[in-house]
């Protein structure tokens, strides 16, 4: 199959809409769609990417009624984070409704959420006209894509088309927040953070990860973010080191010239901006040994603390 790259919205949507798999532009990671209520063109996201079938997708909306349509209630607590975080970087996890199918929940009676911001993401899911099932755009356990180029590395003449809509500025993907218990459970970290998410749900309402946490998120089970190069957690840029290596890290190493690739982050979000893409180009020149520096697990720390310990332990 060939795979067209388009800057247009609505051509990629009329695509989506005849039954074929769609990367598009979000703020957070390109996501590979397909209409949510066929589940024939759903099965081809699942091929694409060679996800196994017991790991479920994410449904993207354009608009609040939409929502739903996908869920078939929005618990109180579903709302007010709808009223603070739509469109934004969170998935909410709620009770699904009949019109979705089985495939994109992989069989749950609970379906994930998500209104993108992304004004790319945004025209395209308006076009569609229909909620959009997508996980990330990368094949099943590598990094997830950031870029167009990411997506066609790992799924060029898989899918029928590509939406081109520049860098993600986020870089990782979405909080995802299952809202059918009380308190809710913070099931994966994302740039919505903890504590953004007790400004709206006040703490005793809200729980983030333990074990328990770890076998309701389905997505956890699997292997994650892996490069080919081996990722090891630093607390300081490493000064000694055999073979070819690369870093990415807030504080710069005195010895910069000897990595063969040093990403200098000056804040956690261009450190979540950068990390996959990071991740990618060191694939790309046969980097042996990927050092990640640790960061402090608040905010959006937590989160690139989640993707690089699953990376290191991917290995
Ligand atoms: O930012 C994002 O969330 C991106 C963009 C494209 O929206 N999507 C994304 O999808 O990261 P994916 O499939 O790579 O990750 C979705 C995660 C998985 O860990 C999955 O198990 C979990 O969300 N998930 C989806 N539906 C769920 C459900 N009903 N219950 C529990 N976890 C769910
Ligand atoms: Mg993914």
Known sequence: MKTIVTDSPADAA?????????????????????????????????????????????????????IHDVASFVPASARKLIDAFFPGPLTLVLPKSERIPDVVTAGL???????????????FLEACGRPVAAPSANR??????????AVLQDLDGRI????????SPVGL????????????????T??????????????SHLRT??????????????????????????????TKFAGPAAYIGLDAPSNAGTFRIA???????AYAHEIFDFMRRCDEIGVEVIYCQRVAPQGLGAAIMDRIRRAADAG
């Open 14 to 66: 009329a695509f989506l809409r005849a039954g074929e798999v769609v990367a598009f532009p979000t703020e957070t990671v390109y996501g590979l769609g397909a209409d949510a209520v066929n589940p024939l063109a759903v099965e081809k996201i699942f091929t694409a990417k060679g996800r196994p079938s017991d790991n479920p997708l994410i449904v993207h909306v354009a608009t609040h009624a939409q």
């Open 109 to 123: 009676s609970t379906v994930g959420v998500r209104m993108p911001r992304h004004p790319i993401c945004h025209e």
């Open 140 to 149: 099943s356990g590598r990094p997830s894509s950031t870029t167009h180029e």
């Open 160 to 167: 029928r088309c590509v939406l081109r809509g520049g860098r």
């Open 173 to 188: 993907e979405s909080t995802v927040v299952d809202c059918t218990s009380d308190p809710v459970v913070v099931l994966r």
């Open 190 to 203: 994302g740039a919505v953070s903890a504590a953004d998410l007790a400004e709206v749900v006040s703490l």
């Open 209 to 238: 990860s333990d074990n328990a946490v770890l076998a309701r998120s389905p997505g956890t089970r699997h292997r994650h973010y892996a490069p080919r190069g081996r990722v090891v957690l630093v607390d300081a840029p490493p």
């Open 263 to 269: 990403e200098i982050a000056p804040s956690l979000e």
